[in-house]
């Protein structure tokens, strides 16, 4: 079965950092899409951004590129998320999907909150 699992959310105050985690597992190629989403409350999911399992590229969606940094260590099959310098407006669940060919697997979230 695949699983992520994701890790490393609190409470952070605002300019502060944090970094998430995502360990993958049970994915059946090599060859996969890791992005990282957010929701906060009320409003849809948003794309932060992706990283290639293959050649490790990363993109970013222009709401973060620049405070975000998404990496990945192939020998432990993890993903991270680097969030720097964050705002109350950051507050949100923060997700990562796992994307290959037509299979798509979440994570079960983990809460981001970012006191003012």
């Known amino acids: 079965d695949v699983q992520l699992v994701e890790s490393g959310g609190g409470l952070v105050q605002t300019g502060g950092s944090l970094r998430l985690s995502c360990e993958v597992s049970?994915?059946?190629?090599?060859?996969?899409?890791i992005g990282w989403f957010r929701q906060a409350p009320g409003k849809e999911r948003e794309m932060l951004g992706c990283i290639s399992r293959a050649d490790g590229r990363a993109a970013y969606a222009g709401s973060v590129e620049g405070r975000f940094t998404i990496s990945s260590d192939s020998a432990k099959n993890a993903v991270y998320l680097q969030m720097n310098n964050l705002k109350p407006e950051d507050t949100a669940v923060y997700y990562c999907?796992?994307?290959?060919?037509?299979?798509?697997?979440w994570g079960q979230g983990t809460q981001v909150t970012v006191s003012s």
């Open positions: 049970g994915f059946p190629y090599y060859d996969y899409i």
């Open positions: 999907n796992a994307a290959g060919l037509s299979l798509n697997y």
